[in-house]
């Protein structure tokens, strides 16, 4: 059987076997035939079993076959011919994310539709989404950054997989008198299905999430707060504000969070840390693998726990000024104490969880 091993340039493979390198180019996008290696600076490399797999394309072709018929029949025949499966092909979970993929590099919207639907009976919510329906994002996501596949192609997969998670939130949520969560994402932030996947997860914590979904200003997450009265507030950001920006939008993000803990996660919540701290959030900026998972959760809760207890003292100075008649001026020193308390909270519980986590979660954000 001829080598895997990524050996010719694109220009190299177009003079061999004297296809135009759109031609190679479009195959692989549309059929997912060849599938050569990336370097790390994202240049195909193509190897002999590619350049065999070319020219039967090639032949078949050559033969009055469609191209997409040759590429089908391709893969079966190299799928039966596969010696040694490899671990991929034996992890469910990486076949069902690659089945999405490929069926997006298809621009097929009913196989993307049947391989999420499939993926779904893998296991439960959070499992399917860390595993599969996660993963295949943030590939459709590197393919369409190097070009491999269209706007509208990203645009079409994660309207489907959206619809699907959608459609399993409202299996799991607890029911209505549960506690809530009500979560959102930073102004002009309009990447929400992380919030999915978060709302997934705190389903299973017994969480009933409230989504406010893409671009939610500070004062709309305020009047939420007032009215829904959660337990905790989740915002989203995965391209952070230019710095400029960030500062007040902290800011007004913590003022509309003053009686709520509140959480904040995505890939761009590292480069906003130090102010997320200093105004009292909690920041898991990647969502941990699911071993880690726990460690999240009883941080999250003691976070919650902690914040309440930091909260104590400013009831109390309050029903006291008020019962005993005192200034307001007391009352304000309560909430001042309260607020540094509450982010001291925040701060130690960031600590526990950062020492001991955020290489990890670092080294697995750093895609993006
Ligand atoms: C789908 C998608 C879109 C869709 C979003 C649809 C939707 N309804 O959400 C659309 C088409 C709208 C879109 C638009 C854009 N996108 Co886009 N998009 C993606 C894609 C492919 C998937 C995003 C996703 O859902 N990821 C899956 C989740 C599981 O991963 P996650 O983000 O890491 O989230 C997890 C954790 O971070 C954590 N987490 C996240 N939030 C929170 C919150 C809390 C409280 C907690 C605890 C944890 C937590 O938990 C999550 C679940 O596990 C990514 C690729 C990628 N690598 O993610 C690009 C990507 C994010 N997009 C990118 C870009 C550049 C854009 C655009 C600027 C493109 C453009 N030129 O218009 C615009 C942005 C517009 C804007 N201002 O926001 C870049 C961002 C690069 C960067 N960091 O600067 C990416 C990485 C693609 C790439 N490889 O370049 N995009």
Redesign the pocket.
Known sequence: MASKTGKYRIQAVSEMTRIPAATLRAWERRYGIPSPHRTASSYRLYSDHDIEQIREMQSLCADGMSPSDAARRLSESSAANEPVPTLERIDPYARARDAVVSATLQFDPDAVERAVQRALHLGSATTV??RV??PA??V???R??AGELS?GQ??M???I??NALRNTLRLVQPPSDARKAV?ACFA????????I??AL?LSGWGFRTIILG?RTPPSALRHALQELRPELA??????APPPHEARPLVENYASACRDTPW???????ESIREQLEQHGALV????PPTETASK?KAA?ERFIADFSSAKMPKIATRKKSKSAGKSAGKSKRGRKSAGRKRKKAAAETAGELSAAEAKKQLSS?G??
Request: charged residues 20%; aromatic residues 6%.
């Open positions: 989404f860390d329906l996660g994002l943030r459709i996501g590197e369409w950054y706007t990203e645009h997969a994660s309207e997989i959206g979560l002009d932030e309009t990447h929400e299905l992380p919030l996947g978060i997860r893409a989740g915002l989203s950001v995965t391209i959480i904040v996660g995505g890939g761009g919540a898991l900026s990647n969502d999240m999250v954000a895609e993006r």
